[in-house]
């Protein structure tokens, strides 16, 4: 797989993901150096091209002037999300993704889930964009560190998740519940919902508490990443003034 971007390259090469790396000619000095000294580090091989034959090599005029080979990314499953939470010591906080099939959005809510402190993502099989280049560009180097899984079904993911003491907090824009007034400690799941559309009814329904960003604007809805990453930042912000128990 070809991955390109200054962020996603420089964080990968550390994490041994990557085989060569590919810089355009003109590409300023010290961008240049850093890469290559991380490269040295790592084992891998740089070469140099004209930019026109890296827009050619990967489509796009967006590479930011450096593309890497790279092993494909790879799901990861609930399970190493559930341990990546149990070896953190902090009480679950889990992405889960309802049919977001944009990849930017992909990619731009597994960069805030990282940043922000989720141990994971979860989206369901068939019902989401695949992990490509375009959203590891989009996560800016957050794939390399955040376990993305995948589930055959969505609502019985969030049966077993309740089961097990997870409380489950649907994102709706006309739901009453303020999300800045809301007690996000414990074990928690924050689900976000398609573009336009919004969750689908049974996983809707499957939530225990539906919450809501207030606006001040006109416009009354928000991008499914911004909601996402508003949303985040509230339950970590809360879940930090609880101390994080429930």
């Not at 080979?69 to 990546?84: M, P, S």
Request: proline share 4%; hydrophobic share 45%; glycine share 10%.
């Amino acid at each position: 797989m070809l991955l390109y971007g200054r962020n996603p390259v420089l964080e990968a090469l550390p994490a041994g993901r990557v085989a060569e790396v590919v810089l355009a000619r003109g590409v300023e000095d010290a961008f240049a150096r850093q890469v290559q000294d991380l490269a040295r580090d790592a084992g891998v091989r740089v070469r140099w091209l004209p930019r026109i034959e890296l827009d050619q090599l990967v489509g796009t005029t967006q590479h930011q002037g450096v593309v890497a080979e790279v092993e494909e990314l790879q799901w990861a499953t609930v399970d190493d999300i559930l341990d990546r939470a149990e070896a953190s010591g902090a009480p679950l906080l889990m992405v889960l993704l309802d049919g977001v099939t944009d990849p930017r959005n992909f990619g731009a809510i597994i960069r805030s889930a990282e940043v922000l402190g989720a141990h994971g993502v979860v989206v369901e099989e068939r019902r989401s964009a695949p992990l490509s280049p375009v959203v590891a560009k989009t996560a800016a180097g957050a794939t390399a560190y955040l376990p993305v899984a995948q589930t055959k079904n969505l609502p019985r993911l969030i049966d077993q998740l309740k089961a097990d003491g997870v409380w489950v907090y649907g994102a709706a824009g006309e739901a009453a519940q303020d999300v800045t007034r809301t007690d996000f400690s414990g074990k928690a799941a924050l689900v976000i919902g398609a573009e336009g559309e919004g969750m689908r009814r049974l996983v809707r329904e499957k939530c225990d508490v539906l919450v809501s960003i207030p606006v001040r604007g006109q416009v009354q809805s928000l991008n499914a990443s911004v909601a996402a990453g508003i949303l985040l930042y509230e339950m970590t912000r809360s879940r930090g003034k609880s101390g994080g128990n429930k």
